[in-house]
């Protein structure tokens, strides 16, 4: 007899399989989706493991149930990453596998009730039982009218406690329970084509013997499909060629209907013309041919971070291009290549280049396809139809055999951590992961890397390959092998605009006279320009000018965002965490008083502003209300590209990896924003998001220049973005995080409690932290330091107060397992956030 490890779908907080037999007439194998019982119940389990020998005595191990078809769905390599995952980000293993289960796998196993047969046959009708209870007779009731109803639908109707009530009945065989596969909620789509069967001399005789005979509309019919015709449907060829010659054809096995598998192609919409590789830099070329080395590689020597570079480049250095020809190299090489974008805004654009690179190679993979867009897209790079994985960061765990690259662009960005679901990975983790399993080559590349990372690459984690210049401006000279730069980067004019002084002189715009006489003139030159403003809406709060009250969200503890609706309404109020909504026009709750006076303008105001004062200019708006889809992004782009557009206004959107040669002006509207967050990630976040924005513009024949407007111009993390100082932020910044023993000089978990009344939050969270903080002294884990209780950023959302505790130090999961967090708490390893 065979036995299968299974890890099972239900909330367990250890990281275990679970033992079943395998029946003699199905067949198992690691990687299967099957269902399994577990206690009174039917359950989805992954299988990680089959062998003949059993974990516990064989009598009371329990049969799988049933296999899911289509299966195995994990790779061995994927699934020892599940399992990895689990452990890390202190998940269940199901949870953790489900990251890697395609579309639809999971059908449903549905339990139907009817009324038992006993009860009929033995106490005449059926809703006639002695003993029920007042629930359970409304139960027999319904069940009894409706003849066949699914045992969810029961339980629902009876309210809290159906479930059990619904159990017992049956046990009593007041019901006849039986469970059936329900449809998934996403397959393969396959349409019907009409076709000949066969096209030999036969099909010609009888054509001919039609046409002279009796039944001409026979060789008709036949003599169309001869000529290598088909038909969708029967109707279109019954009002052609009638009827009667059709079912004639059917019933004499001349045509049949074949199913063709239909493929809902992302892609069918775009074309791409077809690019070839650039010549590459000095410095480029040393990036290729470092990375290209260790692709060809027979093995890894075992060296720490031989496998995996850190390609840090200035903005416009050409780190697409360093990706493309490695990806060009490891298709060679027989392998394939997952290429990692931080979120769906970026993913056109990076299409665009890839799959003009590599036309027919590429498969896409986010959140913006739908669902059988991406069934279709899993399945075909399962099957090995595309050597190239474009996506965001569940792309990560795409069923890639033979997998040899990984590239993860602007590996900076905090997109790459799932933070609003288990598990809580982050994407780099995950791809270090899968290159050390697999010995796959991973490139991380970015201007401005993480803290951590940047670290973890001096300390040798990983390879350094720097790009100091922008193509084609100060480009260093090959002298015997090495790159020495022969001119320093000409990278965009930077002006600083203290709005401290621009108030001082009574100009309390949103814009700065030496901005807009700067958008002006590139304007008048034919250039684009790009208004960077980290805030949506039309205005961040909106306060009463009565009496000084802030209108905030009865759900959450922020300020409710003013979008103005341009359709002649008033405009309304929306929450930005809860998506709460009212009429702007409504009457201040606290006094009624009806004059509000809007501060703090996000992007809705800068468009309006910026058409106020270049009427007839193209401006366009980008940020998660105007593009909440791939295409929407698509669209905005292509208007500012080649469109009417000449200014976009946008969020960090705009910041992100675009490559626009006709922009020649960056405005930043508020550098401050961000600064003020309770975070010590705060100015990190601001250094990244303004140098990269900053970097948008001068990548085409013009110079490009930035204007950046702050009211902290000598913040160093500002100084350092406006020169474009990498190394100058970093060093500073470990020099503060070292002094307060923040990462990377220790690891954190963050733990979050959330309840509906304030004061339950703030006990239980009390409550924890002390038993944390007991736990360290009696098991001597004094190198971990327990942070709190402190109320979150904010405090309520959505109508639940939240607390927080951090763990830091070294690691601080052996607190967590000393002392379980239990299901009440949320668990985020190496959070990217503390808000």
Known sequence: MQFAEVAVDFPDEHSRTFTYSIPDLMSVVAGDLVWVPFGPRMLQGVVYEVSGVASTEPEKIRPITARTIDGPFIEKHLLNTARWVAEHYRTTLFTACSLLLPPGASSRLRTWLSPGKRELSENGPANQVEGLSRREQQALDYVVKSGRSPKSRVARRLGLGGAAIVDRLIRKGVFDAESAWGKPRVAAVFSSRIELVDSGAEIDKLIQESAQGSSPRRGELLAWFRSGQSASTKKFLNDRFGAAAVKWAFNENLISIRKIRRDRDPLAKYFFQQEFAHTPTTTQKLAVDAIVDQLLAARPSGRPGERKFLLHGVTGSGKTEVYLQSIEACIAAGKRAIFLVPEIALTPQTLQRIAARFPGKVAVLHSGLTAGQRYDQWWRIKNGDFPIVLGSRGAVFAPVQNVGLIVIDEEHEWTYKQGDQAPRYHARAVAERISELTGAVLVLGSATPEITTYRAAESGRYRLLELPDRVGRGQPELVKGHAVASAKTAGPVVHIVDMRDERAA?????????????????????????????????????????????????????????????????????????????????????????????????????????????????????????????????????????????????????????????????????????????????????????????????????????????????????????????????????????????????????????????????????????????????????????????????????????????????????LLDIVPAGPLWTVDVDPVSLG
């Not at 905030?552 to 405009?571: A, I, K, N, Y």
């Not at 593009?627 to 557009?645: K, P, W, Y």
């Not at 969270?765 to 002390?770: K, L, P, Q, Y």
């Open 506 to 814: 009574g100009n309390f715009e949103m814009l700065s006279r030496r901005l807009i006489g700067s958008i002006r003139q590139a304007l008048n030159e034919g250039g684009k320009v790009i208004l960077f403003l980290n805030r949506r809406g039309s205005a961040s709060f909106v306060q009463c000018v009565e009496c000084g009250s802030v209108r905030h969200c009865p759900r959450c503890d922020t300020s409710l965002t003013f979008h103005r609706e341009f359709t002649g309404q008033p405009g309304r109020l929306v929450c930005h965490y809860c998506n709460y909504s009212v009429g702007a026009g409504r009457a201040c709750p606290s006094c009624a008083g009806k004059q509000m006076r809007r501060s703090a303008p996000g992007t809705q105001m800068a468009v309006q502003t910026v058409k106020q004062y270049f009427p007839g200019i193209g401006v366009v708006r980008w940020d998660s209300d105007s593009a909440r889809t791939a295409l929407d992004h698509q669209a905005i782009m292509d208007e500012f590209v080649s469109g009417e557009a000449s200014v976009l206004v946008g969020t960090q959107m705009v910041a992100k990896g675009l490559d626009i040669p006709s922009v020649t002006l960056v405005g930043v509207i508020s550098a401050d924003t961000g600064l003020a967050v309770p975070d010590f990630y705060a100015a990190e976040r601001v250094f990244q998001v303004l140098t990269q924005v900053v970097g948008r513009t001068g990548r085409g024949a013009w110079d490009g220049q930035a204007v950046v407007q702050t009211f902290n111009p000598d913040h160093y993390a500002i100084q350092a973005a406006i020169d474009q100082d990498f190394h100058l932020f970093y060093d500073t910044e470990l020099q503060l995080r070292a002094s307060q023993a923040n990462p990377p000089f220790a690891d954190m978990i963050k733990l979050t409690h959330s309840a509906v009344s304030a004061e339950v939050a703030r006990t239980e969270a009390v409550r924890f932290a002390t038993v944390l903080a007991e736990a360290r002294e009696t098991h001597g884990e004094t190198a971990v330091e327990v942070i709190g209780p402190t109320p979150t950023y904010p405090l309520k959302v959505r109508s639940l107060y939240r607390w927080q505790i951090l763990l830091k130090g070294t690691h601080p999961e052996r």
